[in-house]
């Protein structure tokens, strides 16, 4: 079994994703005693938010290319099909 990591913003996305993979993997097993499962649901439930986050500025770096009338070739913010939250 592997220790719990402490999730941060320090690790890369792909890092984090990898090891909440890997919990859930280790969740699935029947054997699972229920401390460990709940060690194990927590530091998922912060790497969710993590690579949330992650993804959240990543989205807000992102520039679309947007072609306008004459030619012109203007960078614009990248949109969300998502409605915002309140």
């Avoid at 402490?6 to 792909?14: A, D, I, T, V």
């Avoid at 520039?63 to 012109?72: C, R």
């Amino acid at each position: 079994m592997s220790q719990p990591s402490k999730p941060g913003k320090s690790e890369s996305f792909e890092k984090n994703l990898e090891r909440l993979d890997s919990i859930v993997h280790e969740m699935e097993d029947p054997e699972l005693a229920l401390e460990r499962a709940l060690v194990l649901y927590e530091e998922g439930m912060k790497l969710s938010e993590v690579c949330h986050k992650q993804l959240e500025e990543a989205e807000g770096r992102i520039e679309i290319l947007m072609k306008k009338a004459g030619g012109k070739v203007v960078a614009e913010p990248f949109k969300s099909e998502e409605p915002e939250e309140s």
